[in-house]
């Protein structure tokens, strides 16, 4: 009997564990975190002292000791967010992460700073000062003590940020879903568009739930679209901004860039930061280029 709760409880503790966390990818909001927590660490211990920091004899003072503290919590950021993302992106997949590996994160953050701090200690600080206190444990506990309050801070900002865009994101899917549903009702029907030549003589006809982009190069227009599970290419003469006027019906159907027309169906992702934004589409592993004019809260409401 005793065996059985015990295994239930191991059972729910893993399900937990394995329950999806958002993680928020963008460059900017990641920055934000980095030098919010190193600045938030520095005042914190200059405030609140979690521990004697006069035991240290830092020569220099508290105020350049707090300031290397909240330095290596902004490094310690840095590399998390930065380095080890793009060594090891299939385990920092935001899709896949969990609770589990955001928790594992934060242990490992923990270590490699108290790693960087044991050597400062050991480098710089009088030897006679650390009786007692020159192990690596109670530099780990030196590091909990100084980052509890940041930790807490960063985790909840974090949370409450994740709620935010979890609601965002369906009250922009649900606006999507009105707007889709309005469509319909005005063209029913309409599943299949036409497109005539520039000089009327050569025509095409489109199923726009098969179309996944369109491109243009000169006077030509290239249309992607999936026909027996395979992605072909039909070409046609005609200006991509007459091309544009044939899909106005469709909302989905969206002019990104000054050189292409995408089905926002088929996008899975969005990548980049403000300087450039690309659409993934995981159909054929294509990155299609954004204008400028686009910020991440419009690309989002358009496809999401």
């Known amino acids: 009997m005793t065996k059985n709760k015990h295994t239930k409880k191991a059972s729910i503790l893993i399900d937990w564990l394995d329950k999806s966390y958002h993680f928020n990818n963008d460059f900017g909001y990641k920055l934000f975190i980095s030098v919010a927590m190193g600045i938030l660490s520095t005042l914190f211990l ?16 508290l105020l350049q000791h707090a300031i290397f503290v909240g ?24 899709k896949s992460w969990t609770i589990g590996k955001q928790l594992v994160s934060i242990f490992c953050m923990v270590i490699f700073g108290s790693i960087i701090f044991w050597t400062y200690i050991h480098k710089i600080a009088d030897e006679s000062a650390f009786e007692g206190k020159k192990s690596f444990k109670n530099t780990v506990y030196y590091v909990l003590s100084a980052g509890f309050i ?23 899917k649900e606006k999507k879903e009105e707007k889709r549903n309005i469509l319909k009702k005005k063209n029913p ?30 006077n030509y227009a290239s249309f992607f679209v999936i026909k027996k ?3 072909r290419e039909l070409i046609i003469r005609k200006p991509l901004v007459e091309v544009e006027k044939d899909f106005a019906n469709f909302d989905h159907i969206i002019r990104f860039h000054k050189s292409y027309i995408v089905n926002a169906n ?22 299609i280029p954004v204008s400028r004019k686009f910020s991440k809260e419009q690309l989002e409401e358009l496809i999401y």
């Open 71 to 94: 330095g290596v919590v902004l490094f310690v950021l840095l590399v998390y967010y930065f380095v080890l993302f793009s060594l090891f992106p299939s385990f920092f997949n935001p």
């Open 150 to 172: 940041p930790l807490v801070t960063y985790l909840l900002i974090d949370d409450r940020y994740a709620r935010y865009r979890k609601g965002k994101r369906k009250n922009v």
């Open 46 to 61: 200059i405030t609140f002292e979690p521990v004697p920091v006069n035991t240290l004899k830092i020569t220099s003072g």
């Open 266 to 287: 088929y996008v899975t992702n969005i990548l980049g930061n403000a300087h450039k934004y690309e659409l993934e589409i995981s159909y054929n592993n294509t990155k």
């Open 229 to 231: 599970n395979k992605i």
């Open 189 to 218: 029907t309409t599943t299949f568009v036409t497109v005539f030549s520039y000089n009327k003589k050569e025509n095409i006809k489109i199923n726009t739930t098969k179309l996944i982009y369109i491109t243009s190069e000169s």
